[in-house]
């Protein structure tokens, strides 16, 4: 008769193959040092019984966790979760995370960090003791802060960088925000514009000053000013709407804005129409991002897709790889993104 699954352990699966706990932990693992036959044998008696594995049967082997940690910010994640605002950057990385993860036969835990907090380290430490991951994904700003990496490279952890710099060793992966800024600004200069302005992210991301280099060395590509065109919000709507204020406001207006995130754009979509121009009539808009509100306003806006699930995805690949001791592609890798276009951009007005 077959056990329920609920109480069938390792030791169940032991006894009934006639082998050795090890035997089962190092199949359970996908182990190379195993026999076909004692690997068929121990299989044939998991399926009879049912079982399960268990996190705690993984680590019978003493090398492994099969867990990875993904760190996202917990100030700007909780303000985002009261807000309801539509952001899905959590959905994408948990489900580029934890289906890499699946295929591999790991698992993916993810933690908020404030990255602010002087107590970071603590923190943590405390995660790393319960967990003991086998890799550490970092988003911005945890990517950037070495606190955190100085102390996953003391503790020998492998970790991934998403959004930060380049460091020699260390596993890094952008969506390549220089580029995609580049990207936006050509597609603006191919409807006509000349004056396209600019909202910059936080000065704490260096993908803020990535996705500012590509607007600004495509300008000059172009032969295009951009004195007085460039303002810096921090993310939020209210820094958006105070820069499109500015920007708007100007002596030379900007006939075309690209904002650094949705909630930016969005921000000075409001604005905009607040100043009774018509968008994209007096003032096209392109966003980056590209979370689900965007295709809900009016008018839906043109947007630069972020694969967060793709990069999260190959950030677990690349932990694996490291994991196994295998050889590691050039860093960064860039997981590129693209331009989705809907109703915020047109030509701009003459006269």
């Known amino acids: 008769m077959v056990r329920r699954r609920q109480s069938v352990t390792i030791k169940h699966?032991?006894?009934?193959?006639g082998v050795s706990l090890q035997t089962v932990s190092r199949v359970i693992n996908s182990e190379a040092n195993v026999r076909p036959e004692m690997k068929a044998r121990v299989q044939a008696s998991i399926d009879k019984l049912g079982y399960v594995?268990?996190?705690?049967?993984?680590?019978?082997s003493g090398s492994k966790s099969y867990l990875i940690l993904a760190l996202n910010d917990r100030e700007r994640t909780i303000e985002a979760w009261k807000a309801r605002e539509g952001n899905d950057w959590v959905d994408q990385m948990l489900m580029g995370g934890m289906l890499m993860c699946a295929e591999h036969g790991y698992r993916l835990i993810f933690e908020l960090v404030d990255t602010h907090d002087d107590n970071v380290q603590r923190e943590l430490k405390a995660a790393i003791a319960a967990l003991q991951p086998d890799g550490v994904i970092l988003t911005p700003p945890h990517a950037d802060n070495p606190l955190i990496t100085d102390l996953l490279t003391a503790h020998r952890i492998p970790f991934a960088r998403i959004g930060a710099e380049t460091r020699d060793g260390a596993i890094a992966l952008t969506m390549g925000d220089d580029r995609l800024a580049a990207l936006a600004v050509r597609h603006l200069i191919a409807k006509g514009h000349e004056r396209i302005?600019?909202?910059?992210g936080s000065r704490e991301y260096a993908l803020s000053g990535w996705r500012k280099r590509g607007?600004?060395?495509a300008m000059t590509a172009a032969?295009?000013?951009t004195d007085g065109l460039c303002e810096r919000g921090d993310f939020s709507y209210d820094s958006g709407e105070a820069a499109a204020r500015r920007l708007l406001s100007g002596k030379v207006r900007p006939t075309a804005i690209i904002a650094s995130n949705d909630q930016m754009a969005m921000a000075t979509n409001a604005v905009a129409h607040e100043l009774g121009m018509r968008v994209p009539g007096d003032l096209s808009l392109i966003s980056f991002d590209n979370t689900p509100v965007v295709r809900f306003v009016q008018p839906p806006l043109t947007a630069i897709e972020q694969p967060v699930a793709d990069t999260v995805a190959k950030a677990v690949e690349l932990l694996i790889m490291a994991n196994r001791g295998e050889p590691l592609p050039p860093m960064p890798v860039v997981i590129e993104g693209s331009l989705i276009e809907r109703d915020s951009v047109a030509a701009p007005r003459r006269g």
């Open 53 to 60: 594995p268990s996190i705690a049967a993984q680590r019978m």
């Open 13 to 17: 699966v032991a006894a009934d193959a």
């Open 215 to 217: 607007w600004l060395e």
């Open 223 to 225: 032969g295009l000013a």
């Open 197 to 200: 302005g600019f909202i910059a």
